[in-house]
């Protein structure tokens, strides 16, 4: 069983920028190193957003104060 997301952001060493997910509703999902794995129903109305943050702004770029 993969664990369940609502969000995540991967962060890259000596990087500017990080790579940020949001789900809805949460996903289930499988990391293998640097690689996320994911679905998404088309059907069932699941909804994502994938965009990159700076460093310790992942909050803010999820919207949440």
Same mark, same amino acid.
């Given at each position: 069983?993969?664990?369940?997301?609502? *969000?995540?952001?991967?962060?890259? !060493?000596? /990087?500017?920028?990080?790579? *940020? @997910?949001?789900?809805? !509703? !949460?996903?289930?999902?499988?990391?293998?190193?640097?690689?996320?794995?994911?679905?998404? /129903? =088309?059907?069932? =109305?699941?909804?994502?957003?994938? +965009?990159?943050?700076?460093?310790?702004? @992942?909050?803010?770029?999820? +919207?949440?104060?």
């Amino acid at each position: 069983m993969w664990p369940v997301l609502v *969000a995540a952001e991967l962060e890259f !060493p000596r /990087g500017t920028w990080n790579l *940020a @997910f949001n789900f809805a !509703p !949460p996903q289930e999902a499988a990391f293998q190193g640097a690689r996320m794995k994911f679905a998404l /129903g =088309s059907l069932a =109305s699941d909804n994502r957003q994938i +965009g990159f943050c700076k460093p310790g702004e @992942f909050d803010a770029w999820r +919207g949440k104060k």
